[in-house]
């Protein structure tokens, strides 16, 4: 009969190995979400958006999402697969229980490490946060946990935890069936980690029948009349004036859907910048500024269009436009806007520019372009004055990109 020590082993071993299954699982599946958003083959939001702050999409679609041509959600279901098959051999029957933990314990602690850096960059850099990566490092820190307070070691052992040598009798007592097994699985793992993206797209492709017209489709855009839009002097502009890709995005600070549009178009010019033109026009969809509307289904995106066109006569308006999409909830009242716009007005310029009639005249002009061109939704994006009719994700944009160079390059 085991006694409570053992007991407490057992139990200790199976939320070690069962921290490192749901690791591994959870990067598996975002893995799959990786390779639908960034193949074009996502139909609809992942499951685990959760509004501004929590927009797994975002984060997949970003420049951190790869590292080494290998997406990062492959290198995290390796890892834990590591540390799930560290757990098998580090039984608390096996001989090399004490060594083989401390492998596992230092092994966590780097993942660990390299998990801050991922999570501080989703923090400052991206300004959102991927759900379902977060959970990823609440399991490794949970295997870290329990690995040491597996790790059977000496009070003189503890202050060489991580950095003191391991015994080699402790991995050398392992069989070599076992090693073999570790090696095999290790290798079968991450060769069917690889593969699993190029299976994923080809189950999404489209039928033979799909295919022909999706063909179809892009050859008739292709060969739709390029004719950029007018771009004046007060619209915010990043790029060159001229690249071969201009993309004119009619927006409003209220919409959703303009909110993960941004970030799409901004990693999207940020990995081609001498290419890309990326103009923004207001198109609020708030009857206080936009005749077409009878009531305003945004009932701020025309105050937020006004202090935009005042942001960027303080050339702030880059700055402006990421605030307004990655801070505000949309349920704040005007004066705790004025607040948080403190790095751009004192809260009477704000409220001067609010009450500005020539504020509106920009807006105008784009709203007045916006109806000529027929705009009926936001974000409503042209490239090269040719209306992108799909919904918008990086691989449907690469592919209209692409169509739109091969056109120049002849």
């Known amino acids: 009969m085991e006694n409570a020590s053992e007991k407490k082993l057992r139990w200790l071993h199976r939320l070690q190995w069962f921290s490192a299954l749901a690791g591994t699982g959870l990067s598996l599946y975002l ?4 390779t639908r958003v960034k193949s074009g083959i996502q139909a609809g939001p992942s499951i685990c958006n959760a509004g501004q702050y929590l927009n797994c999409d ?16 492959a290198w995290g279901a390796l890892f834990c697969f590591l540390l799930l098959l560290g757990s098998w051999l580090a039984r608390p029957s096996s001989p090399s ?28 850099d991206l300004k959102t946060i991927c759900l379902f990566c977060v959970g990823t490092y609440v399991f490794n820190f949970a295997y870290f946990t329990f690995t040491s307070l597996l790790a059977p070691v000496t009070v003189g052992e503890k202050r060489r935890f991580f950095t003191g ?8 007592t392992l069989s070599k069936g076992k090693w073999a097994i570790a090696i095999l699985s290790v290798v079968a793992f991450a060769a069917g980690t690889l593969a699993l993206p190029e299976w994923i797209e080809n189950r999404g492709k489209l039928t033979e029948q799909q295919q022909k017209q999706l063909t179809l489709f892009f050859e008739e855009w292709k060969n739709l009349p390029s004719k950029p839009l007018p771009v004046q002097p007060e619209d915010a502009s990043q790029g060159k004036s001229g690249a071969p890709l201009q993309l004119v995005v009619f927006s409003d600070f209220q ?3 303009c909110r993960r549009a941004a970030t799409i178009l901004e990693d999207f010019r940020q990995a081609r910048p001498d290419k890309v033109q990326l103009v923004f026009k207001n198109y609020p969809l708030d009857a206080a500024c936009n005749s077409t509307l009878t009531r305003s289904n945004h009932d701020k995106a025309c105050g937020l269009a006004r202090l935009g066109v ?17 801070k505000l909830r949309g349920d704040e009242n005007w004066n705790e806007i004025f607040k948080s716009l403190s790095f751009v007005f004192t ?6 520019c609010m009450n500005d009639p020539k504020t509106l005249e920009p807006i105008h002009r784009d709203l007045e372009l916006g109806q000529a061109l027929q705009v009926g939704y936001t974000p409503s994006i042209y490239l090269n ?8 994700n990086p691989g449907i944009l690469e592919k209209f990109a692409a169509l739109e160079l091969e056109k120049l390059s002849k």
């Open 347 to 352: 809260a009477d310029e704000a409220a001067k």
């Open 58 to 73: 975002a984060v997949d679609a970003s420049r951190y999402s790869v590292l080494f041509g290998i997406p990062l959600a």
């Open 310 to 326: 005042c942001a960027g006569r303080k050339n702030a308006f880059w700055e402006y436009h990421d605030f307004v999409f990655e």
């Open 385 to 392: 004055g040719k209306l992108v009719p799909l919904a918008l």
């Open 255 to 257: 919409c959703p859907h």
């Open 165 to 172: 040598p391991l015994k080699r009798q402790a991995s050398l």
């Open 31 to 34: 893995l799959v979400q990786h």
């Open 97 to 124: 229980f004490a060594g083989l933990q401390k492998w596992c314990a230092r092994l966590s602690a780097f993942g660990l490490f390299v998990e801050l850096i991922l999570f501080l960059v989703q923090i400052f």
